[in-house]
């Protein structure tokens, strides 16, 4: 999976537009964060990444609290992915050119994850985050309501 991830992002830089931020260095994310304009500039960001996380959990990787921490930040980016979508229909106040399988998809899978979450009495950052998620894809649903119709 990894390996696919890092081919899809090669093909991504490869065939960028021309008029990309990244391409023109006009980016406005601090430091240009992930919008690099060489391939070779993310593998060496993984790669510190895959080395700190690497020494931080031998340090520290037999501290609840640590596994816990990294718990919620995995599992709080994972929950967040959906919001600039989220933003997009609200400015909007339509879902126009959303598939509506697209998001039943979402909540349907979010659902079952938080009942399953429940009902495996999971640690509390995946019944949190999964809950967080949940209400993103109720958000989704209720950005296409518009009164002025």
């Known amino acids: 999976m990894i390996v696919a991830q890092l081919a899809l992002l ?9 008029i990309a931020p990244e391409s023109l260095g006009t980016s406005t994310r601090p430091f240009s964060f992930w919008q690099w304009s060489t391939y070779t500039q993310y593998i060496e960001f993984l790669a510190g990444f895959i080395l700190l996380q690497a020494i931080l959990f031998l ?20 929950s967040t992915l959906p919001i600039p979508q ?47 998620q949940l209400s993103i894809d109720f958000g989704e649903s209720f950005s296409d309501i518009n009164p002025h119709r």
Do not use: H
Request: with cysteine; glycine share 10%; proline share 3%.
């Open 86 to 132: 989220l933003i997009s229909n609200f400015r909007r106040k339509s879902l126009y050119g959303f598939r509506m399988s697209t998001l039943i998809g979402w909540a349907g899978g979010d659902a079952f994850k938080t009942v399953y979450f429940f009902l495996q009495e999971s640690p509390l950052q995946f019944k949190i985050c999964s809950i967080f």
């Open 10 to 18: 090669y093909i991504c830089i490869l065939y960028r537009p021309k």
């Open 59 to 78: 340090i520290f990787g037999r501290s609840d609290a640590f596994v816990a921490i990294l718990g919620f930040v995995a599992l709080g980016l994972e």
